[in-house]
């Protein structure tokens, strides 16, 4: 049973930039794949970004050049550097663990939601203009 905290959520300006943690209850290094997830009022969930256990990214186009998954396996803890931001970000951000499979099936795709078994509970962001 992996357990997940998110923190790090905010209101802030168009343009500004945010760091949202995830601190896990497992070893990081032990999980095959952690990734974020959003969901805006009326809007799906939908993926951010992803990291293997070795390291590989993995982006949604939305977001590429922008955010910046990363992890720090001895504080068992992932991070979303989040620059550049735009309010069409704005969203309740999830972090998300799938221990057993990486990230993609699709080359370059972070794989759906439905693969993930082990979710937190989120954090707000909102960015104004």
């Known amino acids: 049973q992996v357990q997940l905290v998110e923190s790090g959520g905010g209101s802030v300006q168009a343009g500004g930039s945010l760091k949202l943690s995830c601190a896990a209850s497992?070893?990081?290094?032990?999980?095959?794949?952690m990734g974020w997830f959003r969901q805006a009022p009326g809007k799906e969930r939908e993926g951010v970004a992803g990291?293997?256990?070795?390291?590989?990214?993995t982006y949604a186009d939305s977001v590429k050049g922008r955010f910046t998954i990363s992890k720090d396996s001895a504080k068992n803890t992932l991070y979303l550097q989040m620059n550049s931001l735009k309010p069409e970000d704005t969203a309740m951000y999830y972090c998300?663990?799938?221990?057993?499979?990486?990230?993609?099936?699709?080359?370059?795709?972070?794989?759906?939601?439905?693969?993930?078994?082990?979710w937190g509970q989120g954090t707000q962001v909102t960015v104004s203009s």
């Open positions: 998300a663990a799938d221990p057993w499979a990486l990230c993609t099936v699709i080359p370059g795709t972070l794989k759906p939601l439905e693969s993930f078994g082990y």
């Open positions: 497992e070893y990081t290094y032990s999980i095959l794949c």
């Open positions: 990291i293997d256990s070795d390291g590989s990214t």
